[in-house]
T-cell receptor
Framework: DAGVIQSPRHEVTEMGQEVTLRCKPISGHDYLFWYRQTMMRGLELLIYFNNNVPIDDSGMPEDRFSAKMPNASFSTLKIQPSEPRDSAVYFC????????????FGQGTRLTVV | GQSLEQPSEVTAVEGAIVQINCTYQTSGFYGLSWYQQHDGGAPTFLSYNGLDGLEETGRFSSFLSRSDSYGYLLLQELQMKDSASYFCAVRLSNSGYALNFGKGTSLLVTP
């Protein structure tokens, strides 16, 4: 398996624009997580899905953020409208659950909002 | 609330042993994990402690004391490539696998 695949790797956008980040989890993994990493706040859990269903979105900072998982092999994180404070590295991760404790992370999307 | 405390920076010499501590205060606890992250890279899994005691994986070991809300990562025979950030993370529930991460410890290994 190629691992968790995220796209794009880098995104630069202007404030107010819509940004969509994409993630393909490892095949067979039942759980998918979106994390955000900044120097100030570290790695924060934004939302996670189990079998394509959102389980906990309490980490989503505000209504400008939304996430979907239309099928087992694809998820998106959308920011609309984007703001400079959204600049961060966004990671997607997946795991099998069922006693497995290792989460596999994608390479991340570095988002810069100017 | 949730809090995980770990030192922000540690420096050690190649070949030495270093211990990175982690204390946590969380509303739920099901296990403690450790992840490594090199600059510009993704976090990668190192170890997991679900029960008290020591887990050993090659040069790396991890320890957990649930009664003390404390754990540590022990790195032996340090190599230059071990220079990275190390994160402890708490698994909050046995019904899900979401992780709450500490701020990370930046380890610098010097010659």
């Amino acid at each position: 398996d190629a691992g968790v695949i995220q796209s794009p790797r880098h995104e630069v956008t202007e404030m107010g624009q819509e940004v969509t980040l994409r993630c393909k989890p490892i095949s067979g993994h039942d759980y998918l997580f979106w994390y955000r990493q900044t120097m100030m706040r570290g790695l924060e859990l934004l939302i996670y899905f189990n079998n394509n269903v959102p389980i906990d979105d309490s980490g989503m900072p505000e209504d400008r953020f939304s996430a979907k998982m239309p099928n087992a092999s694809f998820s998106t994180l959308k920011i609309q409208p984007s703001e400079p404070r959204d600049s961060a590295v966004y990671f997607c991760a997946s795991t099998t659950g069922g006693g497995n404790t290792e989460a596999f992370f994608g390479q991340g999307t570095r988002l810069t909002v100017v | 609330g949730q809090s995980l405390e770990q030192p922000s920076e540690v420096t050690a010499v190649e070949g030495a042993i270093v211990q990175i501590n982690c204390t946590y205060q969380t509303s739920g606890f099901y296990g403690l994990s450790w992840y490594q992250q090199h600059d510009g890279g993704a976090p990668t899994f190192l170890s997991y402690n679900g029960l008290d005691g020591l887990e050993e994986t090659g040069r790396f070991s991890s320890f957990l004391s649930r009664s003390d809300s404390y754990g540590y990562l022990l790195l032996q025979e340090l190599q230059m490539k071990d220079s990275a950030s190390y994160f402890c993370a708490v698994r909050l529930s046995n019904s899900g696998y979401a992780l709450n991460f500490g701020k990370g410890t930046s380890l610098l290994v010097t010659p």
